[in-house]
């Protein structure tokens, strides 16, 4: 016989047969460690255990009793479908009937004279009341010890098809009573000690098996803990080491920086002023800045990046600048090049297909085997582009800037890939219009340092934001003809179509997918995001039909998405810009940052199906000139929460104060998106808390700067090691 380890996978744990072994792995699930740290979402209190006759004076409630069975049958039903066991339970005082629909093996495993602990819920039937459907076990006396599924506070699982809460508790009680006492415990024994934590053994049999909901309480704080510490860890320990490279220290020029703020059309922001100091400090040194400068749409960074990458070139150094999309990265260079006209700048873009080059007022055509020539010359000091840029054959003479737009962070591989053969490491400055809670800023971007715009420049007007109820759709219409009549743009926005309130029959391959919805369990409420282009491209399409149709058969309308071709993309939203298009009708995936001056009115059919965050997102695509822009929702949805979501997103135009809100009414998980870093959920709720969070900060930095390496703490480094191969922040 196997002798059972943590390490023993799980096709050799007996009890687990090779189906449960299948659907385990949908968890993730390999091995007793794995299952031992598969933990509980929510507990059913069934600890208050009370006599028979007092269960009978609680209808409607669920109840907790023991006695012996007296009788116990299976009952045949006309109905097909439903087979019944019935039997009767007696304590000292009276008995009480109990009922299992569809459970016949029940009676494989109780026996008349058998004592049980039954959990359920009190029912009234034809014959009077009864027992429905209880959690069951068989205990050995009067007095008990040890239950597991009633009688005390009972873990619940999430469930996959097929794997249920009875189950997880059946094969990982005797597996926690076997291996809790030779679990390492990872955490070092200085911050057990001065957190108060549970130690691992203690903690581990407190989460799954409960004393009290206080002990469970202090059992997750420690693993919410432990696992936000590994974050920090990972993270620190990576800022850590690209600290020991060098970085082109670039000095600022202050009367060259002063020259080219008065040379803007408009005056700089206080925020602007003090991100754009933060930043050209940062680039004098000669360590690689890692800064991500966050600003809400239309605040501006542009500017701040352009003062940045004018210091640079003044140093005789060059500036990658990477924008997500090829609009977008022509959107920069023509800003770009504008804003340092004055200033003996040669700036040259390149995209997958288009290379450029502009130099004091004139734009031109360059070959791109010209443009990377001069590139790699160094006579190109600003290169603008989209991903084309970290491509084989581009190679930079001296590079000591790297700008992202819009893409949060930087993949450490793409960083890796830009350093490859560089004496020198490149500053990077990371710009973002997604409000980035503290929270996570201090955890999964705890890397990097924090520039914040705050300010809106002064003479935007506030976008108007209306809730649009059905009733009111015809006026909502009607304005957005007069809208047009002036010459302003529209763009409609519509959310994916999904099966919600659809009768369609899932896909192939869906519903495999979904983890099913299992009798008991919580169901999290799905919101959209509209990552699925197919239905994003039947919403559209249908949105479109009916605009183009019905309501406004003389306007010129078309549609966009994500799928489309990028020179497609590229010509309407030109054509838009140009005021040749007047309505845009697209999917959630409209290219952020695109500017149209011209679009004054943002429609937003199913406002209720998108996060706060991303509506603030698309309204900020209007706004972005002088004139008064509009907001609209649409909305068919009664339910109270979506309309307290859509009603911040009208009291409030502060992108940070909204995803707080956010953050708080769908939790991170939703938010972020858990699955796309693989953080492991425990310290994905721990993120809602920011002490946490910052206590786990200074205990990853103490740690770190006593022993950067980890050499004392082994095991620690060894959980690390296993816990970076598993989340992937990108
Ligand atoms: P974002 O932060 O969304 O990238 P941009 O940099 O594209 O914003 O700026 C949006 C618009 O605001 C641009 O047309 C830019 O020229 C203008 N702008 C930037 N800073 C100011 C300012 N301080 N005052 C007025 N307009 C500004
Ligand atoms: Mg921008």
């Known amino acids: 016989m196997n002798v059972l380890s943590l390490l023993t996978p799980i096709q050799d744990v007996p009890r687990i047969g090779l189906v449960y072994q299948k659907r385990l792995k949908k968890f993730g699930i390999k091995t007793v460690q794995d299952i031992l740290f598969h933990f509980p979402s929510r507990y059913d209190d069934f600890s208050d255990i009370i006599s028979i006759s007092e269960a009978r004076a609680k209808l409607a409630k669920t109840v907790c009793i023991q006695g012996k069975i007296v009788k116990i049958e299976d009952t045949r039903t006309f109905k097909k479908w439903t087979n019944l066991t019935e039997a009767v339970v007696q304590d000292e005082n009276d008995k009480i009937k109990v009922i299992w629909f569809n459970q016949i ?45 009633t009688g005390r506070i009972v873990p619940v699982y999430p469930e996959t098809r097929g794997v249920t809460s009875r ?25 057990i000690e001065k957190y108060k934590f549970l130690p691992i053994a203690e903690a581990l049999w407190q989460l799954h098996f409960p004393d009290s909901f206080e002990s469970a309480d202090a059992a997750k704080a420690r693993f919410s803990f432990e696992e ?150 160094g006579q190109i000091n600003i290169l603008i582009g989209t991903h084309a840029l970290i491509q084989k054959g581009v190679e930079f003479k001296n590079l000591a800037l790297v700008i992202v737009d819009e893409q949060h962070r930087f993949g450490v591989s793409q960083r890796a890939q830009l350093f490859e053969g560089l004496k020198l490491v490149p500053h990077l400055l990371s710009m973002t219009a997604t409000p980035i809670p503290r929270t996570l800023a201090l955890t999964v971007y705890g890397d990097l340092d924090l520039s914040l715009i705050t300010e809106i420049p002064k003479d935007r007007k506030k976008t108007k934001t209306l809730i649009v109820e059905p009733k009111d759709r015809k006026t909502a219409y009607e304005f957005i003809e007069k809208e047009v009549k002036y010459g302003k743009g529209v763009f409609v926005i519509c959310p994916k179509i999904s099966a919600q309130g659809e009768t369609s029959l899932p896909r192939d391959g869906e519903s495999e997918k979904k983890p099913t919805q299992s009798f008991g369990s919580f169901a999290p409420q799905n919101y959209d995001f509209g990552f699925f282009s197919k239905n994003d491209v039947k919403a559209v399409k249908e949105e479109y039909e009916k605009l183009s149709k019905d309501i406004f058969p003389d306007l010129r309308i078309t549609m966009l998405y994500g799928k489309m071709k990028a020179s497609e993309k590229e010509r309407i939203m030109l054509d838009f810009k140009k005021g040749e298009i007047d309505i845009l009708v697209s999917t959630s995936v409209v290219e952020v940052g695109v500017d149209v001056q011209r679009a004054t009115v943002m429609m937003i059919e199913g406002a209720e199906r998108f996060g706060l965050a991303q509506l603030h997102q698309f309204r900020g695509r209007v706004g972005r000139s002088d004139m008064q822009s509009y907001c609209f929702l649409f909305t068919t949805s009664p339910d109270q929460l979506n309309r307290k979501r859509l009603k911040a997103l009208v009291d409030c135009d502060d992108g940070f104060k909204l995803a707080e809100k956010d953050l708080e009414i769908r939790g991170p998980g939703q938010l972020y998106g858990s699955q796309q870093w693989g953080i492991p959920d425990m310290a994905m709720q721990g993120l809602s808390n920011i002490f946490l969070v910052e206590k786990t900060r200074t205990a990853a930095k103490e740690i770190l700067e006593k022993d950067p390496q980890l050499k004392n703490y082994p095991l620690l480094k060894e959980r690390l090691k296993q816990f970076e191969t598993r989340i992937h922040f990108e």
């Open 105 to 149: 093996y029940i009676t494989k495993t109780l026996k008349e004279g058998d004592f049980v602990c039954l959990a359920g819920k009190v029912s009234l039937g034809k014959e009077g009341l009864y027992l429905n459907n209880p959690a069951y076990e068989k205990i050995n006396d009067w007095g008990f010890s040890g239950l597991t599924h």
């Open 167 to 191: 189950w997880f508790r059946f094969i990982i009680k005797p597996l926690l009573v076997r291996f809790v006492n030779v679990i390492p415990e990872s955490l070092p024994p200085e911050i």
């Open 228 to 377: 936000l510490f590994l974050i920090q860890l990972s993270v620190l320990k990576e800022k850590a080491k690209l600290m020991q490279f060098k970085a082109p220290a670039c000095k600022m020029d202050a009367s060259l920086m002063k020259e080219f703020t008065e040379s803007l059309p408009f005056k700089l922001t206080n925020s602007q002023k003090k991100c754009s100091f933060q930043i050209l400090k940062d680039l004098e040194k000669s360590v690689p800045m890692s800064r991500l400068l966050e600003g809400d749409v239309g605040s501006g960074k542009t500017v701040v990046a352009t003062m940045a990458s004018l210091s640079v070139a003044k140093n005789g150094f060059q500036v990658a600048f990477m924008a997500p999309t090829e609009i977008l990265a022509k959107q920069h260079f023509k800003e770009v090049s504008k804003l340092l006209l004055k200033f003996n700048a040669r700036v040259g873009l390149l995209t997958g297909k288009d290379s450029r080059i502009s130099n004091e007022e004139k734009v031109s055509e360059i070959s791109r085997q010209n443009l990377l020539e001069e590139l790699k010359n």
